[in-house]
């Protein structure tokens, strides 16, 4: 496996920052109706004090589930339990109590911090997990005042937080929601988050010292890496949205230059700037983006689903660079990086840290960052690794020679049908997402025929005066199918009246039946 050399650890970025940036404003978040801003070294002091309260209830390494909404108590408990020689089990604060406590007792969990938006879940839990001694609040914010000021630097709890962390051990056990619903945990190592973040950028647009606003939750290692850690070692402003309700609203209130997003929300932005465009017709793209983005977003990366190129051209129109990035929670997190360069349809360059190849179609990669294996799976681990040890992405794709990467399909999604033709059904979706009227699609086989499944856009069809929607998705059917070999032709269309049903990251869910 590639190895980097003079990794720093988490808790050697925690201590370099405030002294690399001046000590400047790190944090930005809004409490009570008020901004609220923490320096580097506040997040440092406070992130260190967590870590000592947890030493001294813990002094064995264990296991902490954290389930909550991004916010500033996740983010100095996080980083805690990390440089606490601990391991962090984030949890979506919207699963369902028995898919918690199956993760939970997976995990071997043995303290549970919880936002507000869990505690109705939370007695259901604990009856389901026998082993969990201990659950804490993330709300009571008064609380968290007092672990900051009691566990400080002059505290006789000091020396706790003096902990040497074996960079190549577990520190982050993240569950993968799959395209299936089958969840595994990633064991990460400290080392490989880091190392994610040493990739050398093709150009200075990825790591710019920018105002960013962290959009997605923190539970998701695209966040936690390239919103926490990113900016961590490279002195932006990050600013926490909170829900995500209040997007827009944030959005002229923190005026960031960068987001990470997915696809469907940058399909929500395009779609509330084209409306304020309608309503004021001499608005030119980039005075309606402005008016709605605060005026200083100008880079959007996307991650987590395909993303259309005609939404890229769009933003392209507004001043606002929107391009795809590709990874995985088993390589650590990203893959590739995107540039100025990288054709519209691509998923990025392969990072300068990484290899790829590709090999019976399938993109293979070799990265530091990759994971030490899924947590008490063994078989399941070393069927993700070739024999050369390259870890299988599970996507079919192709590879240029300027390392930019091209995905077609996921290898477990082929559509195998009776005369023997091998059917990559993200192709067919790709032409349905071309059209703004549907809004989400999945394709699949049932009874050796083509089916897909269309949740339209009702708004985008009330807007065009599209009367009939289930005739104007057929028509679009028949355009697909016009120049489609046989094999690859839709043969029944269902339009839907609800979304499809989704993991916790917003992935649709493939199953045989929608």
Not at 182 to 201: E, I, Q, T, Y
Not at 282 to 291: F, G, Y
Not at 336 to 363: F, H, K, S, W, Y
Not at 417 to 438: C, D, F, R, T
């Amino acid at each position: 496996m590639k190895e980097l050399q003079n990794v720093p650890t988490i808790r050697e970025l925690l201590d370099a920052a405030p002294v690399k940036f001046n000590d400047r404003t790190f944090i930005r978040f809004l409490r009570d109706g008020a901004m609220q801003e923490r320096s580097f070294g506040k997040v440092r002091a406070d992130s260190l004090a967590f870590c000592r309260r947890l030493r001294s209830l813990l002094p064995e390494r264990t296991h902490v589930a954290i389930i909550s909404k991004s916010s500033y108590e996740y983010i100095t408990c996080l980083t805690g339990i990390i440089i606490g020689g601990f391991v962090a089990v984030p949890i979506p604060p919207d699963a369902p109590a028995q898919e918690a406590a199956e993760i939970i007792n997976d995990a071997d969990v043995t303290v549970i911090l919880y936002g507000p938006e869990f505690a109705p879940k939370l007695e259901t839990v604990r009856a389901l997990c026998p082993a969990v001694r201990e659950a804490v609040n993330l709300g009571d914010h008064a609380d968290f005042e007092k672990i900051y000021e009691e566990y400080n630097d002059a505290s006789p709890y000091a020396a706790l937080s003096d902990v040497k962390v074996d960079p190549a051990e577990c520190s982050l056990l993240i569950y993968t929601s799959g395209t299936t619903g089958d969840k595994k945990g990633v064991m990460l190592s400290g080392k490989a988050l880091v190392s994610n973040m040493m990739f050398k950028p093709y150009n200075d647009i990825v790591n710019r010292a920018d105002v960013i606003l962290s959009v997605l939750p923190l539970y998701h290692i695209f966040c936690f890496v390239t919103d926490y850690l990113g900016p961590l070692k490279n002195g932006n402003v990050l600013c926490l949205n909170g829900d995500i309700r209040d997007l827009f609203k944030n959005l002229l209130i923190f005026k960031p230059n960068q987001m990470r997003v997915v696809p469907m929300l940058a399909q929500a932005l395009l779609g509330r700037i084209r409306a304020l465009q309608a309503r004021e017709p001499s608005l030119t793209p980039k005075e309606a983006a402005a008016r709605v983005t605060g005026g200083n977003l100008d880079m959007m990366l996307s991650g987590g689903a395909y993303l259309d190129p005609a939404l890229c051209r769009a933003f392209d129109a507004m001043g606002i660079f929107l391009r795809q990035g590709y990874g995985m929670s088993e390589s650590g997190c990203k893959i590739t990086v995107p540039d100025q360069d990288t054709a519209l349809d691509c998923v990025g360059r392969v990072m300068n840290i990484c290899e790829a190849r590709i090999r019976d179609g399938e993109i293979q990669v070799e990265t530091p960052c990759r994971m030490i294996g899924y947590y008490k799976r063994p078989e399941e681990t070393a069927a993700m690794f070739t024999e050369d040890g390259w870890l299988k992405t599970g996507d079919i794709g192709y590879l240029t020679e300027d390392r930019q990467l091209f995905v077609t399909g996921r290898v477990k999604n082929l559509i195998i049908l009776s005369n023997g033709e091998n059917v990559s059904p993200e192709g067919i979706e790709k032409k349905y997402q071309a059209s703004p009227l549907v809004s989400e699609v999945l394709v699949y086989a049932e009874d050796d025929m083509i089916v897909a499944a269309v949740y339209p856009d009702r708004e985008y069809a009330d807007r065009e005066g599209i009367a009939d929607v289930s005739a104007a998705l057929q028509a679009l059917t028949d355009r697909i199918n016009l120049n489609a070999p046989t094999s690859r032709t839709v043969a029944r269309l269902i339009v839907r009246d609800e979304p499809l049903e989704k993991t916790a990251t917003g992935k649709i869910l493939r199953k045989t039946n929608q």
